[in-house]
């Protein structure tokens, strides 16, 4: 595992225990109804403006705009060769999943007037941001987070095929039964649109499972089979983004239309929000 990855699964765990905790410790304080609350033993540290509420919403509102980072990565030159851009995006995500998570708790639940423009701005960003994640990896980059051409991912499959060939040593029926793998897999991308991606992604172990099988009715090795799998998986995914390419662009196109006003709109009430927060003593920083 590298270290990009052990780090994410170290960032998600945190989130994880952390909202787990939040939720197992805070449940009674939470399920009171608003007025029932200044009388609760927890209230003093839970309340939006307590240690723990206001530290969740203190995090949580770090972590919003820390992500902005993100944007200036991808249009200011100056930043260009500052890593690897899949993983400022990986970055990006988890915080605007972590972020909107701690200032729910900051909320204890209970939001209203222009707070709750914002929240939803939030959730909304939230949602759309993983959705944009999912049509973002349907276009198909090189190792520094460049798209390919057309003419460079036709090479890509092409070189897979070769592979695949040289894998099952002449053995035609073997190759055939990979092809029509692969052949089903593009059929299917022909058509639909991005539920149709989402049903074909969500339903890849099943029809993995199902070449697999042919693979060992046809006397392959154990071994044989995982080298054999891992190339099929491959071409055959990226034949299915190769028919995706330009629905996903245009959909990109369309989801940065939408995405960027309710962040726009979020950041600018929740800045308003820490202003009067402050103004008005609803803190213990100051």
Not at 33 to 51: F, Q, T, V, Y
Not at 141 to 162: F, I, N, P
Not at 238 to 259: D, V
């Amino acid at each position: 595992m590298s270290v990009h990855r052990l780090s994410l699964v170290l960032l998600y765990s945190f989130t994880v225990l952390v909202s787990v905790y939040l939720s197992w410790a805070g449940w009674e304080y939470y399920a009171l109804a608003r007025p029932a609350r200044p009388h609760h033993e927890l209230h003093e540290e839970w309340k939006p403006s307590g240690l723990i509420g206001q530290g969740a919403g203190i995090v949580g509102s770090a972590l919003m705009m820390i992500l902005l980072l993100y944007s200036l990565r991808k249009r200011w030159s100056r930043m260009h060769n500052w890593g690897n851009i899949r993983y400022w995006l990986n970055y990006h995500i988890w915080m605007g999943v972590t972020g909107p998570a701690l200032v729910i708790f900051h909320t204890t639940f209970k939001f209203g007037g222009i707070v709750a423009v914002s929240f939803w701005s939030m959730i909304a960003v939230a949602v759309s941001g993983i959705l944009g994640r999912y049509i973002y990896v349907q276009i198909p980059r090189s190792l520094t987070g460049d798209e390919l051409s057309a003419g460079q991912l036709r090479e890509l499959e092409e070189e897979l095929q070769l592979r695949i060939k040289q894998e099952v040593k002449g053995n035609e029926q073997l190759f055939e039964v990979i092809e029509e793998f692969f052949l089903g897999e593009v059929r299917a991308a022909e058509q639909g649109g991005l539920w149709s991606w989402l049903k074909r992604d969500l339903g890849e172990p099943f029809r993995d499972g199902v070449l697999r099988s042919k693979l060992r009715g046809l006397g392959v090795s154990g071994l044989h089979i995982s080298t054999l799998m891992k190339l099929a998986r491959k071409r055959a995914r990226l034949g299915r983004r190769i028919q995706f390419l330009g629905t996903a662009r245009k959909l990109l196109h369309h989801w940065h239309i939408f995405h960027k006003p309710f962040a726009i709109i979020m950041i600018v009430i929740m800045v308003v929000h820490i202003g009067v927060a402050i103004a008005l003593g609803y803190t213990w920083i100051f």
